[in-house]
């Protein structure tokens, strides 16, 4: 297991910050063209809460991001250009080509990282970041949550996981370091499931990951089904559990970037453990010895 800190210091020589950034764009399962209402464990607002950021242009996202870590940076940091809120390339490739361009000709944008899903990677799209992936190193986030397709279906993913496969081999012929983001967690999975998602991950060929717990999010769906006792929460332990079993069937060259997420407090309900941010962290160090 290699840790995001260690593989940024690797590769860039110090250590990197994110600056994240909101497009203008939703998703497919959002506005009609596959499904609405988003999936089931996502709040109105998107992965990110960015709602009001995308108003301001790229430049200014990027500048207030660094300007608020400057500080604890230090002069010696490199900074990624996360593009993370929604999905980030369901949108036209003249808009997508534009504002990668934008973030990578700021002062100390030294990387590009664009959240998206796989099924929004079409030909144009592709082109757009394989010229990116040239400039500056490239990393894609893929939201596949699990390699279930009948729970993909429950979430309201609105694809299926063979497009997620092949969207890793396309990226990576590009050039592009992928990451995946998978759930622990989701209604109805059991740890042979959980399991199966890490390896079908890994098998594609994925570099890094994310992992998180589940989170119950105020006016979601997923509220509905917890307040029906149709969803089991994972306690910490439980799930770190789970985590160290994932890691231990992953190849040692695969880059852990998250080992668990923490919900935005105002409308997060379960699990109460992760709105300590700090005991988590505390806890996370000790056990996988960081």
């Given amino acids: 297991m290699i840790t995001a800190n260690q593989y940024f210091r690797d590769v860039f020589g110090h250590k990197m910050y994110k600056a994240s950034i909101a497009l203008d764009v939703t ?34 996202q990027i500048e207030e991001a660094i300007e608020q870590v400057r500080k604890k940076a230090g002069k010696d940091a490199g900074y990624i250009a996360y593009f993370q809120s929604f999905t980030s390339t369901y949108c036209a490739p003249e808009y997508l080509e534009k504002v990668l361009s934008e973030a990578s000709l700021i002062e100390g944008i030294e990387a590009i990282s664009v959240a998206t899903r796989p099924d929004c990677l079409g030909p144009e799209i592709m082109e757009v970041l394989k010229r990116q992936a040239r400039e500056k190193p490239l990393f894609v986030e893929l939201g596949l949550q699990t390699s279930s397709d009948k729970t993909a279906e429950l979430i309201n993913r609105c694809y299926k996981t063979e497009e997620y496969v092949k969207a890793v081999a396309a990226l990576k012929s590009i050039g592009a370091n992928v990451i995946t983001h998978i759930i622990f967690g989701l209604p109805g999975e059991t740890k042979d499931m959980l399991m199966d998602t890490v390896r ?91």
């Fill in 27 to 60: 998703c497919p399962n959002r506005d009609g063209s596959k499904g609405s209402g988003g999936c089931i464990f996502c709040s109105e607002g998107g992965s990110g809460e960015f709602s009001a950021k995308c108003k301001t242009t790229i430049t200014e």
């Fill in 200 to 290: 079908l991950s890994a098998d594609a060929g994925s570099d890094g990951y994310k992992f998180t717990c589940l989170y119950i999010l105020k006016n979601t769906p997923m509220e509905t089904l917890y307040n029906e006792n149709k969803v089991e929460i994972l306690e910490m332990e439980e799930y770190f559990d789970i985590v160290e079993e994932a890691i231990s069937i992953l190849p040692q060259t695969a880059v852990i970037h998250r080992f668990t997420g923490d919900g935005p407090k105002k409308i997060l309900i379960a699990p109460s453990w992760t709105k300590n941010k700090r005991q988590v962290i505390n806890y996370i160090n000790r056990r996988f010895g960081l």
